[in-house]
């Protein structure tokens, strides 16, 4: 069987919208286990997209630097209205819900964090598994509360990096699939902005013919995220309450 080639296993990630890997980073997932053959080239092209997906896209090493990046100055609000002339990866460090007030979703993390939620107007306690009753009936309460912690409001503000560092906001003018607070998506998680995406005054407009969830997460940067994101609620809460009194 022949072995695979670097360019090969990089042609089947770009195929998926992937920005282009650093011959390096390929090269470890194409190196055989000790006594053992390489796996068949699917399982090559899932074990790599899995491994890009869930790295940090701003390390050396990790892309081709030709990789797309954001154009220059495109967080400039003089600009009222633009295309990206080609698909640009991006990676996600931040997320907010523009269609809730802060301290609602505080009151939502205080109860995620009494393992609490809501139902209707009922408040529903979810049972941690050495609490669970044997009975199925039982069971399916705290299912039905654990998956509506985090409903799907909006529209979302995103706080997006490019493979350079560059940072830039994107908005949900339309609702996109896959795009909300996590565990509906993780911080690092990579997004594709396809080419004819539109820039207005700053900030890109996220549609759903414009953008691709492609998933993944930065293990570090998203449980740092997590950990802070009361704080940071509440820090924006207590600022916005000085600047009225002021």
């Known amino acids: 069987m022949t072995t695979p080639t670097v360019a090969q296993l990089s042609q089947a990630l770009t195929s998926y919208g992937l920005p282009p890997p650093h011959p390096s980073f390929l090269t470890a997932i194409l190196v055989p286990p000790s006594n053992r053959g390489l796996p068949p080239f699917p399982a090559l092209v899932a074990t790599a997209k899995h491994r890009l997906l869930n790295t940090d896209l701003t390390l050396p090493s990790i892309l081709e ?12 609000v003089a ?22 007030s802060r301290w609602d979703q505080i009151e939502a993390l205080e109860m995620e964090r009494k393992g609490e939620t ?26 039905t509360s654990q998956n509506s912690v985090e409903k799907s409001y909006g529209p979302y503000k995103l706080d997006l990096q490019d493979v350079r560092g560059n940072m830039a906001y994107g908005f949900e003018l339309q609702k996109v699939a896959k795009i909300g607070y996590p565990p509906l998506m ?61």
């Open 186 to 246: 993780s911080i690092g998680c990579k997004i594709l902005l396809k080419k004819g995406c539109k820039v207005a005054r700053g900030m890109v407009l996220l549609e759903p013919g414009n953008v691709v969830v492609l998933g993944g997460k930065i293990e570090g940067l998203d449980k740092m995220w997590r950990e802070g994101r009361e704080k940071a609620l509440r820090d924006a809460v207590g600022d916005g309450s000085r600047r009225e009194g002021s």
């Open 79 to 100: 600009f009222p209205s633009r295309l990206l002339a080609y698909d640009v990866v991006v990676q996600v460090l931040g997320v907010e819900d523009t269609g809730r």
């Open 65 to 76: 630097p030709s990789a797309a990046s954001l154009p220059a100055r495109i967080t400039d």
């Open 118 to 143: 809501t139902k209707g107007r009922e408040v529903i306690r979810v049972v941690a598994p050495e609490e669970e009753p044997s009975s199925a009936s039982t069971q399916a309460p705290a299912s």
